[in-house]
């Protein structure tokens, strides 16, 4: 009787796609999940092995800033390798055949993975405020302290993803039943305070800080821009470009974030609200292509990185660059003509 209390929760993983008699989806919609999802998962491990690789390579990308970048892209990676990968799979086959320790091990890795880098970007977004917005130069943004941020952000979400393994809460099957994460659904005292708490602590407290952060930023901006001093004064034109190409990288994860988080207190405010499940399954799928848009960010909208990771993928050429033979000639040229005009005025 005890093993069946615990096995009743743990959901039934058919392998013909139905819950309760009802046929979620037709076989080709699991077709095209798998497709989207294989096409998603192989751009964002090449492109966020790219990232790691090229940071540790050139000696100028590694500043504090650029750990938490790397930390993101390795988070990125858990979520495409132990997440991603393995939806997958389920889509292919048409149902969730990895058992329950499988639905156990994809929960908590993309939950785990997910919530560190929201940590990770809540890190850089107070990481832009002490860079920007210090006074007279007063406060710096050290090597220990982006290390302590990264070590902030696994610890938190580890002690946060760990509860459901030990009982409080679960992690079960969602959507059309070919992935996993927390249960949003029971109706159960215990699970619903687990969720709540996490929702509180994990989603919402990143999030304040990264508003907070970037709200206190752009007002910074406005106001030295209104002085008439970001050229040299307290910002920098590469200061700016970073803190709008991290702007950018933060609303293209809530993007992909919000809308789940919403669905999740949606169904936890409603208990007996019935959603599709095809429905339920869109922001569920929009979070794990979340890990493809960071690394594009860095690479457009980052002039420095641009320069380290073209020609890293190109052989190392660079195609959009200024052919350095035409400017080495121009400059000697330049360089020629004076010289001559100097000394016939007062040659030597």
Known sequence: MAQESI???????SHEGNHGGKVLMPRIGYTILAIIMAIFCTAAIILNVTVIIVTFKYRQLRHPINYSLVNLAVADLGVTVLGGLLT????????????????VIEGFAVAFFGIAALCTIA??????VFVVCKPMGTLTFTHRQAMAGIAVAWIWSLIWNTPPLFGWGS????????????????????????????FCFCFAIPFLII??????????LRQVAKLGVAEGGTTSKAEVQVS?????????FLICWLPYAAFAMMVVANPGMYIDPVIATVPMYLTKTSTVYNPIIYIFMNKQFQECVIPFLCCGRNPWAIEPSVSAETTSTHS?????KKNQVSPA
Request: charged share 10%.
């Open 211 to 220: 508003v907070g952060s970037y709200g206190y930023l752009m007002w910074t």
């Open 7 to 13: 096995l009743q929760p743990l959901m039934n993983f």
């Open 244 to 252: 709008r190409m991290v702007l950018v990288m933060i609303m293209a």
């Open 88 to 103: 997958v799979e389920t889509n292919a086959v048409g149902y969730f055949n990895l058992g329950r320790i499988g639905c």
């Open 123 to 128: 890190v850089i977004a107070v990481d832009r």
């Open 171 to 198: 992690y079960q099957l969602e959507g059309v039943e070919t992935s996993c994460a927390p249960d949003w659904y029971s109706t159960d005292p215990v699970n619903m305070s687990y969720i709540l708490s996490f």
């Open 336 to 340: 020629n003509s004076s010289s001559s």
